[in-house]
């Protein structure tokens, strides 16, 4: 009977272990609950983030809130969903309005001040920023992303795509 309430108690501290690595795996800056956070990057300084701390980038193309990233283009900039309750929250420090859009295809994606947000596929990791400065072309239409961060931040990623 020892044993067995030994290993009961086992389980369960690796659960709860396990629990709270992942809680602070996901903490982009906020809670982990808020749609938006704020993230300190070395050599980029204050971004936005979704609640996994991944940067958070909109381009010039979309800033009236037009959506122009379709099709392919959203295998490279995948757009930041809206939560399920519908309603996109902030953490302390993100400045500006956030909102909800739907998209051509009926999912409803988070805009900061009408702009669409995304993340770029590249960016593997909470802290990276690649897609910042990057200006490429989806069916014509031409792409100019910039991370998101309520100031101008350093350019991080450069050169030329086109998809």
Same mark, same amino acid.
Not at 41 to 61: E, K
Not at 71 to 89: K, R, V, Y
């Given at each position: 009977?020892?044993?067995?309430?030994?290993? %009961?108690?086992?389980?369960?501290? +690796?659960?709860?272990?396990?629990?709270?690595? !992942? =809680?602070?795996?996901? /903490? *982009?800056?906020?809670?982990?609950?808020?749609?938006?956070?704020?993230?300190?990057?070395?050599?980029?300084?204050?971004?936005?983030?979704?609640?996994?701390?991944?940067?958070?980038?909109?381009?010039?193309?979309?800033?009236?809130?037009?959506?122009?990233?379709?099709?392919?283009?959203?295998? %490279?900039?995948?757009?930041?969903? +809206?939560?399920?309750?519908?309603?996109?929250? !902030? =953490?302390?420090?993100? /400045? *500006?309005?956030?909102?909800?859009?739907?998209?051509?295809?009926?999912?409803?994606?988070?805009?900061?001040?009408?702009?669409?947000?995304?993340?770029?596929?590249?960016?593997?990791?909470?802290?990276?920023?690649?897609?910042?400065?990057?200006?490429?072309?989806?069916?014509?239409?031409?792409?100019?992303?910039?991370?998101?961060?309520?100031?101008?931040?350093?350019?991080?990623?450069?050169?030329?795509?086109?998809?």
């Amino acid at each position: 009977m020892a044993r067995r309430s030994m290993l %009961i108690y086992g389980i369960a501290f +690796a659960l709860l272990g396990a629990a709270c690595g !992942a =809680a602070a795996a996901t /903490n *982009g800056g906020g809670s982990g609950r808020e749609t938006v956070s704020v993230r300190s990057v070395a050599g980029v300084g204050n971004i936005y983030t979704d609640a996994q701390g991944m940067a958070l980038y909109s381009p010039t193309q979309e800033s009236n809130g037009t959506i122009m990233c379709t099709g392919s283009c959203t295998n %490279i900039w995948i757009p930041l969903a +809206a939560p399920a309750s519908g309603t996109p929250t !902030a =953490a302390s420090g993100v /400045n *500006g309005n956030l909102g909800v859009l739907t998209r051509p295809d009926g999912t409803k994606q988070v805009t900061l001040d009408g702009a669409p947000l995304y993340r770029f596929y590249l960016d593997r990791s909470p802290g990276t920023v690649n897609g910042n400065g990057i200006t490429d072309s989806f069916g014509g239409v031409m792409f100019s992303w910039r991370v998101e961060s309520g100031s101008k931040v350093k350019s991080s990623g450069s050169g030329n795509y086109g998809y």
